[in-house]
């Protein structure tokens, strides 16, 4: 069962490492953690994944900060699929920030006990970024750590990162973006109170508050959801947008019609998986035309889910 290690916490055993943000735990992600996971057992050392528990960007250019794929804990959980031993969790600010890839490769061989690092192919780390691998190669030499490079992975035929999946999502491409990362995109949520309007026209909706302030939502539209509820899991359509035929505040709400679904569950935690987007967004020029338009919608999303499961 993998440990989370934070803080000032120490890992006695040699470890074989990797380090980066993480966010989705796409494929590639998964790639390198399989061969952290491999070398360490060959060593007879424990594996770890060195991350952080917040998106760099947001320290160091937090005007931009990048919207994320998953929660700290969210991602957490998907490490722990993995076989690995450790999540090393780091919090990411301006002293961190400041450490040259040296001190940084000289603080985990010190607190963590890592005798090898397995480096993206493409991942670069410390203050200079100037340096090259070959200079981190060399720091580890000194160091004690054997920093190695993992190779590119090219199992899905295109150039996998976290950046590719978010453009994907923001495009509402949730089917590619699922081919990358590996799994459904998906989105962790408190069941907060609405307007109720659903109700009166035959599709009532649980309006969802993501967990993640800063999670990425996908573009505005009509989606073919799972919705997990506890251990159970049910078929939805779900709208994310300003609801134009109904509200003309202008504000973008994510809500969920769950199939075959009548219990009260405010202030329930639930999960939604992405499956495909049906449509736009549009207005309609009456409640009966959005009625009937929903109910089309339904139809046309029990085939997506049917075709699947």
Same mark, same amino acid.
Not at 9 to 17: F, G, L, N
Not at 118 to 136: A, E, K, L, M, P
Not at 245 to 258: F, L, R
């Given at each position: +069962? +993998?440990?989370?290690?934070?803080?000032?916490?120490?890992?006695?055993?040699?470890?074989?490492?990797?380090?980066?943000?993480?966010?989705?735990?796409?494929? #590639?992600?998964?790639?390198?953690?399989?061969?952290?996971?491999?070398?360490?057992? *060959?060593? #007879?050392?424990?594996?770890?994944?060195?991350?952080?528990?917040?998106?760099?960007?947001?320290?160091?250019?937090?005007?931009?900060? &990048?919207?994320?794929? +998953?929660?700290?804990?969210?991602?957490?959980?998907?490490?722990?699929?993995?076989?690995?031993?450790?999540?090393?969790?780091?919090?990411?600010?301006?002293?961190?920030?400041?450490?040259?890839?040296?001190? /940084?490769?000289?603080?985990?061989? $010190?607190?963590? $006990?890592?005798?090898?690092?397995?480096?993206?192919?493409?991942?670069? !780390? #410390?203050?200079?970024?100037?340096?090259? /691998?070959?200079?981190?190669?060399?720091?580890?030499?000194?160091?004690?750590?054997? &920093?190695?490079?993992?190779?590119?992975?090219?199992?899905?035929?295109?150039?996998?990162?976290?950046?590719?999946?978010?453009?994907? %999502?923001?495009?509402?491409?949730?089917? *590619?973006?699922? @081919?990358?990362?590996?799994?459904?995109?998906?989105?962790?949520?408190?069941?907060?109170?609405?307007?109720?309007?659903? @109700?009166?026209?035959?599709?009532?909706?649980? $309006?969802?508050?993501?967990?993640?302030? $800063?999670?990425?939502?996908?573009? &505005? #539209?009509?989606?073919?959801? %799972?919705?997990?509820?506890?251990?159970?899991?049910?078929?939805? +359509?779900?709208? =994310?947008?300003?609801?134009?035929?109904?509200?003309?505040?202008?504000?973008?709400?994510?809500?969920?019609?769950? !199939?075959?679904?009548?219990?009260?569950?405010?202030?329930?935690?639930?999960?939604?998986?992405?499956?495909?987007?049906?449509?736009?967004?549009?207005?309609?020029?009456?409640?009966?035309?959005?009625?009937?338009?929903?109910?089309?919608?339904? =139809?046309?999303? *029990?085939? %997506?889910?049917?075709? %699947?499961?």
């Amino acid at each position: +069962m +993998m440990e989370t290690v934070c803080g000032s916490e120490t890992i006695r055993r040699p470890v074989v490492a990797t380090i980066g943000m993480f966010d989705g735990v796409h494929l #590639g992600h998964r790639s390198v953690v399989s061969l952290v996971v491999g070398q360490a057992a *060959e060593c #007879g050392w424990a594996s770890a994944v060195i991350t952080f528990t917040r998106h760099p960007q947001t320290v160091l250019h937090p005007d931009s900060p &990048v919207p994320l794929l +998953m929660s700290v804990d969210r991602r957490i959980r998907a490490l722990a699929e993995t076989g690995i031993d450790y999540a090393i969790l780091l919090d990411f600010d301006r002293r961190l920030a400041s450490l040259s890839a040296a001190e /940084f490769l000289q603080q985990i061989y $010190n607190r963590y $006990n890592v005798r090898r690092l397995i480096v993206g192919y493409d991942h670069r !780390f #410390g203050h200079n970024r100037s340096d090259t /691998f070959d200079d981190y190669v060399a720091y580890g030499r000194r160091i004690g750590i054997d &920093v190695v490079r993992a190779p590119e992975f090219v199992g899905s035929g295109a150039h996998i990162s976290s950046s590719a999946i978010r453009r994907l %999502i923001a495009e509402g491409n949730v089917v *590619e973006a699922q @081919r990358l990362l590996g799994s459904r995109y998906s989105l962790e949520g408190t069941v907060v109170e609405g307007n109720r309007l659903g @109700r009166t026209i035959g599709f009532p909706t649980a $309006n969802i508050l993501p967990l993640e302030p $800063n999670q990425l939502i996908p573009a &505005v #539209g009509v989606y073919a959801v %799972i919705v997990h509820i506890g251990d159970k899991c049910y078929r939805g +359509m779900l709208n =994310i947008g300003t609801r134009p035929t109904v509200d003309c505040s202008g504000k973008t709400t994510i809500e969920v019609n769950i !199939f075959d679904f009548s219990a009260d569950i405010y202030g329930t935690t639930l999960t939604v998986e992405f499956v495909q987007r049906l449509r736009a967004e549009r207005r309609l020029p009456s409640l009966d035309s959005l009625r009937s338009q929903l109910a089309d919608d339904r =139809i046309a999303i *029990e085939n %997506i889910l049917n075709s %699947i499961l």
